[in-house]
């Protein structure tokens, strides 16, 4: 299972980004993660398998909105009003296989596989 981050990059408090993951054959739920330097990677934002059912950190909700097309196996964070402290490197996962289209777990150790990083920096 291959994994692909990308879209991240510098920005300017205010601007919006959007990231995008691609996965490959995969049918999973599918989550956004961040870790910023010196601290623990957090959960960002996660969507079902079928994109029934999202769910969002607070410090994202109302800014940021996960998506997904399976018939072009992608997933997507669109990234609205970016913060300063919304710099960190962003990771896509995919989930643990699970039998429920609305599994959308939000703790990282339900994860299986991790692609790699994309920077997002954003200057003040």
Same mark, same amino acid.
């Given at each position: 299972?291959?994994?692909?981050? $990308?879209?991240?990059?510098?920005?300017?408090?205010?601007?919006?980004?959007?990231?995008?993951?691609? @996965?490959?054959?995969? *049918?999973?739920?599918?989550?956004?993660?961040?870790?910023?330097?010196?601290?623990?990677?957090?959960?960002?934002?996660?969507?079902?398998?079928?994109? $029934? @059912?999202?769910?969002?950190? *607070?410090?994202?909700?109302?800014?940021?909105?996960?998506?997904?097309?399976?018939?072009?196996?992608?997933?997507?964070?669109?990234?609205?009003?970016?913060?300063?402290? *919304?710099?960190? @490197?962003?990771?896509?996962?995919?989930?643990?296989?699970?039998? $429920?289209?609305?599994?959308?777990?939000?703790?990282?150790?339900?994860?299986?596989?991790?692609?790699?990083?994309?920077?997002?920096? @954003?200057? $003040?």
């Amino acid at each position: 299972v291959q994994l692909q981050a $990308s879209g991240g990059g510098l920005v300017q408090a205010g601007d919006s980004l959007r990231l995008s993951c691609t @996965v490959f054959a995969l *049918d999973r739920a599918m989550g956004w993660f961040r870790q910023a330097p010196g601290k623990e990677r957090d959960f960002v934002a996660v969507i079902s398998r079928r994109g $029934s @059912v999202t769910s969002y950190s *607070d410090s994202v909700k109302g800014r940021f909105t996960i998506s997904r097309d399976n018939a072009k196996s992608m997933v997507y964070l669109q990234m609205n009003t970016l913060k300063p402290e *919304d710099t960190a @490197v962003y990771y896509c996962a995919a989930a643990r296989a699970h039998p $429920s289209s609305f599994y959308a777990p939000v703790d990282k150790t339900s994860y299986a596989y991790w692609g790699q990083g994309t920077q997002v920096t @954003v200057s $003040s």
